[in-house]
């Protein structure tokens, strides 16, 4: 699933309460925020120098710090959107300001996902606008998985597994998967599938390698990661972006942009 539109929020202020305690707010270090807000702006510039259409969310808030981590926030398919329900306390009110955001832009929404239902959009990797994986475990629940597909009409086949979606990706008809799980329930399921599989090193995930954003059937963005070689072997256009600070917030580059599918 490539994408052409995406909504962005461009780290500000709300970075600051992170100065304190770090790990209370999922930052792995102290980010430093003029230099994060340099490296959002060259993403977002080498992104609509690639074509794809670019929308901020034009926001204040004062202790959202893990807002630019936007695709967690909702799934947007076909002009029509459902709002997320984030598992961590200190982050719900994000799905909020998004879901005006996505109205003021002219996208539908469909709905919301309630409690008992947690889901976070980065767990989502879509095969297609009719069927997605899901990972299953503490961000996102069988009853979230459940009202997302009941919304959408769409089919999602849960993972459950305790893994992190910066651990997988998928690029057509290729998955990417972190060495820990070969042989593991996903590489079956991918094998089932029908996907080729690329096995990454434990220092290519850490390096965010995984998470790189499909912008076109054979052009991707990604950090630098020694990944990048491998698919450049296999014929994949890969456009390199620094996002060292930005990647301070456990992230990567495809978690930051929430796409319009």
Same mark, same amino acid.
């Given at each position: ?7 962005? @929020? ?29 490296? %959002? ?13 670019? @929308? ?28 997320? %329900? ?10 909020? =300001? ?13 709905? %919301? ?33 459940? %009202? ?59 390096? =965010? ?37 930005? =990647? ?7 978690? =930051? ?5």
């Amino acid at each position: 699933m490539k994408v052409r539109e995406i909504l962005v @929020h461009k780290p500000g202020n709300e970075i600051n309460v992170v100065e304190y305690k770090p790990s209370k707010w999922g930052f792995i270090d102290f980010p430093r925020l003029i230099i994060m807000q340099r490296e %959002h702006d060259e993403l977002v510039k080498t992104l609509q120098d690639e074509g794809v259409k670019v @929308h901020y969310l034009r926001r204040i808030t004062q202790n959202k710090p893990r807002l630019y981590i936007l695709r967690d926030t909702a799934v947007v398919l076909d002009g029509k959107a459902v709002s997320c %329900h984030l598992s961590q306390s200190i982050r719900r009110g994000e799905e909020q =300001m998004v879901k005006i955001r996505l109205k003021e832009l002219g996208v539908k929404i469909l709905g %919301h996902i309630f409690a008992p239902g947690f889901l976070e959009g980065s767990d989502l990797f879509f095969i297609d606008k009719s069927h997605a994986f899901a990972i299953l475990g503490p961000r996102s629940n069988e009853e979230g998985i459940k %009202h997302l597909e009941e919304i959408l009409k769409i089919d999602v086949t849960p993972i459950e597994m305790d893994i992190s979606s910066t651990q997988f990706n998928t690029l057509n008809d290729i998955a990417i998967i972190d060495e820990e799980l070969a042989y593991d329930r996903l590489y079956n399921i991918l094998k089932e599938r029908e996907y080729d599989l690329m096995i990454a090193t434990k220092k290519q995930v850490n390096e =965010m390698g995984l998470n790189f954003l499909q912008i076109d059937d054979n052009k991707i963005v990604n950090v630098r990661s020694d990944i990048n070689r491998k698919l450049k072997m296999i014929g994949f256009d890969v456009i390199e972006v620094e996002i060292r600070e930005l =990647m301070k917030g456990n992230t990567g580059i495809r978690n =930051m942009c929430l796409p319009f599918y």
